[in-house]
């Protein structure tokens, strides 16, 4: 039609046209790019940084608390070497640590809370020093090839012994956890008395599951474990104590031997023949040969 203006496609002359099902007039696929929402890639990234570097000063911080805490804990335990619980005071590790008291209670309400938590460490310490002793224990008396019932006599006059030198190995835990046993529950803090038991029923764990076992085969006659646990950690003891009057007469106030022979009267109060006990004591007499009864904890297998 002359006159008429033509109409431009709006596919250029030199680019193929595209079919529907993908293939340009050339018949090679023609590559189709996926529109990108940049906002939506741009709030993923900035969330994700946010959650980073919220996740690293967090942990930072944790770290830095985690330090001055167990800074706290070893000026408290300086100070118990040096004085005596009766001497720990909150004022008293905030002058050691040169910091303000009040830096002190915000990680330890009360000094009954601080105590409390160097005698869970105390228990962990002792127990963990235990369970690196049994391995060698146990492959001796493996190899010895011992009756069942004699074999738990033996780890009872075992764990006995250990508890008198653990008193001198580990002096200051010691004394921790028989001021846990032994001095009046303070009540100041909410919470502490539970928190003192859950420390007080770890402690008898170990002795008491010997006890329930000895029981089990016949070994001793059955009672009440963790009651007979309490009644042996608590009078061996009291029977250490008279290792500060030893001077006196060193004879008389033997207190290793008589934490010994505590453990070995007891088992016969709850049914061991004495002939059995005495035999068991022996064994212990060559475990102790093979190595310290009390040996450095491995605390870090250890709960």
Known sequence: MSGATPTT????????????????????????????????TLNVVQNLSRAHLKVV?????????????????????????????????????????????GTIYLYFDSK?????????EAVG????????????????????????????????????????????VFAD????????????????????DRESLATIRRLLDQPSGLIRAAGEIGAVSAGDAEERAVLWLAALNGVLLLEHVAPVDRHLFRSHHLGRRLTHDLLCGWGAERG????????????????????????????
């Open 9 to 40: 496609s709006s596919t250029s002359a030199d680019s193929p046209s595209v079919s529907r099902d993908g293939r340009a007039s050339d018949g090679i696929p023609t590559i189709r790019v996926r529109r990108v929402n940049l906002v939506h």
């Open 57 to 101: 000063p967090d942990d930072r911080r944790e770290r830095s608390r985690d330090k001055k805490r167990r800074a706290i804990l070893g000026a408290a335990d300086e100070l118990i070497a040096e004085t005596g619980l009766a001497g720990v005071t909150m004022h008293g590790v905030a002058d050691r640590l040169d910091c303000a008291v």
């Open 112 to 120: 009954a809370l601080l105590i409390g938590a160097l005698q869970q």
């Open 125 to 168: 310490t002792l127990r963990a020093s235990y369970e690196a002793a049994r391995p060698g224990w146990n492959d001796e008396l493996g190899a010895a090839a011992l009756e069942p019932d004699l074999t738990a006599l033996v780890q009872l006059c075992a764990f006995g012994a250990f508890w008198v030198s653990a008193s001198v």
């Open 173 to 192: 835990e010691f004394h921790l956890q028989r001021a846990l046993l032994s001095e009046p529950a303070a009540l100041d803090a909410e919470g502490h």
């Open 276 to 303: 059995d006990v005495e035999v068991a004591a022996g064994h212990v007499e060559r475990l102790a040969a093979l190595g310290p009864m009390a040996p450095p904890p491995d605390v870090s297998r250890f709960d």
